[in-house]
Every structure is written in C-alpha cells, then in structure tokens.
C-alpha cells in the first residue's frame, strides 16, 4: 500500500518501473494507493519516513525500527 498523494500517484509508478527495470511486469508486484487515513497500517510508515527526513535525533531514535536504505530518487 502507498500513502496517496492524488498528483503524485503517477511518479510512484514511474519510480517502481524505474527500479524494477524491464522486470517490473514480471514481478508480480501488486501495490494500491490509499488515503492514510483509510489503513492505520500507512500510519506506520508515515511516522518512519517523517523521522528519517527530519534527521537528527529523530533519525537516532526511528533507526532500530527501519532495514535497508535504498535511494529511490531519480538523477
């Protein structure tokens, strides 16, 4: 599930073909975009990556919480 964000829906899309590259149909992948509010389970991850993007001591504190950092931006 993804947070929707309405006009930035379509950039989650073009992230996840982007990273999966040509694999990206056969993958199985199944993800839906949701308002956060509908699915407490996105309150979760919204906590953590508000916390990873503050920095600081709000990073030290989230950090036991997450795996893998992997930069999804594109060039």
Known sequence: MFD???VRDDHDLLTIRTTLGKSSWGTGLFYEHLPSE???LLWIPDIVAWCYGAGGD???RV???MGNVIDTRLP
Do not use: I, V
């Open 4 to 6: 929707s964000r309405e």
């Open 38 to 40: 509908n699915d407490p």
């Open 58 to 60: 709000w990073l030290r």
């Open 63 to 65: 950090r036991p919480l």
